[in-house]
């Protein structure tokens, strides 16, 4: 396996492992996952805004450990290495769990 982030304008936001750089890329370049990026939020903004640039590359040593250490601990019995796994490397929350939540008071 090996590991690769991807940076949002130059910032490193998220690290997870594939088995080659070609389906890092396919998945990099998934429609789906771009569209989780404009719907996660960090500190409040959007992940990502839709047009800066995005770019893939190897994972630096300390990324990849970020990688390791997430998935060491996850509780997903079903899970198996050959899973996605994404670790992002900024503070996450989902907008549409906010709204839910919000919801939910009412």
Known sequence: MDYFT?????QAIASFRSENADDAKNFFEAEDFREDLTVLQSKGKP???GTTTLTL??????????V???YEF???P???IDDEFVVFLVPISDITEDRDDEGDDA
Do not use: L, Q
């Not at 991807?6 to 130059?10: A, C, K, L, T, Y």
């Not at 590359?57 to 970020?66: H, M, Q």
């Open 6 to 10: 991807i940076e949002i304008g130059g």
């Open 47 to 49: 992940v990502w805004d």
């Open 74 to 76: 996850d509780d997903d």
């Open 78 to 80: 079903e899970r198996t």
């Open 68 to 70: 390791e250490h997430a």
């Open 57 to 66: 590359r190897k994972a630096t040593a300390e990324e990849a450990s970020e």
